[in-house]
């Protein structure tokens, strides 16, 4: 699935970023996005993202995880995250859409927030 398919949530995250980045420019001098995966639709963006590409590698991942202050998953449409799952796994906070299992791993300002969509 292409980053570009509405249900990744992709076009909403960088809506916001773009938002945030308008209003508060001196926090995005130390702004910085790792997406896991490729930009394959080539998206121009106007934020600071960086696309690893494929990772494959457990431990690989893992370090990802472990250098980050925060998870976000846009996705619209989504039962049970395995990726929210193991971000959770390695102390992250998660922003997640409040959609279906989400409510189930993401308990709202205790370990991440619930967003309504």
């Known amino acids: 699935m292409k980053i570009s398919d509405e249900r990744k949530g992709?076009?909403?995250?960088i809506e916001a970023m773009e938002y945030l980045q308008n209003q508060y420019p001196l926090l995005f001098n130390n702004l910085?996005?790792?997406?896991?995966?490729?930009?394959s639709d080539q998206i121009a963006l106007n934020i600071n993202i960086l696309f690893s590409g494929f990772i494959?590698?457990?431990?690989?991942?893992?370090?990802?995880?472990?250098?980050a202050d925060l998870f976000i998953s846009?996705?619209?449409?989504?039962?049970l995250s395995n990726t929210?799952?193991?971000?959770m796994a390695c102390g992250l906070p998660s922003i997640v859409f409040n959609i279906g299992g989400m409510s189930d791993l993401v308990q709202n300002q205790?370990?991440?927030l619930l967003i309504q969509k």
């Open 32 to 39: 910085f996005i790792l997406a896991i995966g490729k930009n």
């Open 84 to 87: 929210v799952l193991e971000s």
């Open 74 to 79: 846009p996705s619209l449409q989504d039962n």
């Open 110 to 112: 205790v370990n991440g």
């Open 10 to 13: 992709m076009k909403i995250l």
């Open 56 to 67: 494959s590698d457990e431990n690989s991942i893992i370090e990802y995880y472990q250098c």
